[in-house]
């Protein structure tokens, strides 16, 4: 395991306990159920959120499709969104990378990653794989940060990227095979919380990739 992925690993193990009252000024419920409305999704779907935390934007998904899975790769995460979860019988999750997902090709009809891919090791490998368990017309739905300075954020936070640049994005989504590719503003802004107290406001965009 390399230095930086334990580092990761070791700070969602610390936070678990309090992820959902810190997740609530990162990603709102609006800005949740936005993203999930760009996948058109129907009751016999089959679809995946990939580093789903403490299982906040499944909570967003149960209700409208035949079953979810949930990957992340904090077994610490998963015990809270266990719990969180609990009431919906079609959730299955699951301890896995997001580059080494343990489901066959084209097995789901949407792919989720909310505020996922600034900590992967390699943004353009986790949406490939992603894209490898999409069916044909399937649709990715991204949500993360755009890139920004605030480099203290990866001591603190665990990221491993300030952010993405728009066109990086959208380059990515291309070469893992997507086609009606789109990259806007999400509605509302990641705020993040600095050691003096500061309150810090990033723009938050979402990725819509489909199978052709």
Not at 81 to 86: C, D, I, Q, T, Y
Not at 89 to 94: A, F, G, I, M, Q
Not at 186 to 195: F, I, K, S, W
């Amino acid at each position: 395991m390399s230095k930086r992925l334990k580092v990761s690993k070791e700070y969602f193990a610390e936070v678990a306990q309090d992820w959902d009252r810190m997740r609530a000024s990162y990603f709102t419920e609006q800005m949740r159920d936005d993203a999930v409305a760009r996948a058109d999704l129907s009751s016999t779907d089959v679809v995946a959120d990939v580093g789903t935390g403490t299982g906040f934007v499944i909570q967003g998904l149960a209700g409208l499709v035949n079953k979810v899975y949930g990957f992340d790769e904090s077994p610490e995460m998963l015990e809270i969104a266990r719990k969180n979860v609990a009431a919906f019988k079609n959730v299955e999750l699951r301890e896995a990378r997001g580059d080494h997902l343990p489901l066959p090709d084209e097995s789901l009809d949407s792919v989720f990653a909310n505020m996922y891919l600034h900590h992967t090791m390699d943004p353009s490998a986790a949406i490939a794989e992603m894209s490898r368990l999409l069916k044909h017309g399937g649709k990715m739905v991204l949500t993360d940060v755009d890139v920004h300075n605030q480099a203290w954020m990866r001591e603190a936070m665990a990221d491993r990227w300030l952010g993405f640049k728009r066109e990086d994005i959208k380059d990515w989504l291309g070469a893992a095979g997507l086609v009606r590719i789109s990259v806007n503003c999400a509605r509302g802004n990641c705020c993040a919380e600095t050691e003096d107290g500061r309150r810090i406001a990033l723009s938050v965009f979402i990725a819509v990739g489909e199978k052709p």
